[in-house]
């Protein structure tokens, strides 16, 4: 696959990625970060992931593998639970909350959207120690609330706004819900 063929929309790009999270306190904290590359280069990001590659031997071994990658391997965290699949009619960028403090997300402009299609399918996985450390790929790693970055109206990269959203429901509103 060219990247002529990704520019021109004729291919999609299977990907994974991976939630992290701890709890401070009674409050919801996900890994948060900002990209480096494009695309969306200076979006957050807080679903880390990327490629599957073939020697990977499994979705989830890839979801863990580039979530290591893109945390500069400072962080332990437990396997990743699925979440849901993502991509690429309904790319969404922005968080926030609305006036019964529910987290709602805003769709992208449909040129940004159109020119990078993903099928990313999405895990959440609990942080259990360590530290995120920056590397070429993501800066500024850090541990988030997940309402802080909502009533800042946070621009996600790719459809991650859906994932956090996603995310906070599964671990907050429905814990013990299961798809």
């Known amino acids: 696959m060219s990247e002529q063929d990704i520019e021109a929309g004729r291919r999609v790009i299977a990907s994974v990625g991976t939630v992290i999270y701890r709890w401070d306190r009674r409050h919801l904290e996900v890994l948060v970060g900002e990209r480096q590359n494009e695309p969306w280069k200076g979006y957050s990001m807080i679903a880390f992931g990327g ?9 989830e071994s890839a979801a863990r593998r580039e979530a ?28 926030y909350l609305d006036a019964q403090n529910a ?3 805003v769709r992208t402009e449909k040129e940004i959207s ?17 530290e995120p450390r920056d590397n070429d790929e993501v ?14 109206e946070t621009k996600l990269a790719f459809e991650q706004a859906l994932v956090l959203r996603d995310a906070y429901l599964r671990l907050v509103v429905f814990p013990n819900f299961s798809q």
Do not use: N, W
């Open 51 to 59: 490629g599957i590659d073939p020697d990977d031997f499994s979705v």
């Open 139 to 152: 800066k500024h790693v850090r541990f988030e609330d997940v309402l802080e970055l909502a009533r800042m």
């Open 68 to 95: 290591l990658e893109e945390t500069g391997r400072g962080l332990e965290f437990l396997d990743g639970e699925f979440l849901h699949h993502y991509g690429p009619r309904s790319f969404h960028h922005r968080i």
């Open 114 to 130: 159109e020119k990078y299609k993903f099928v990313a399918a999405m895990f959440c996985a609990e942080c259990i120690g360590g």
């Open 103 to 105: 987290i709602q997300v």
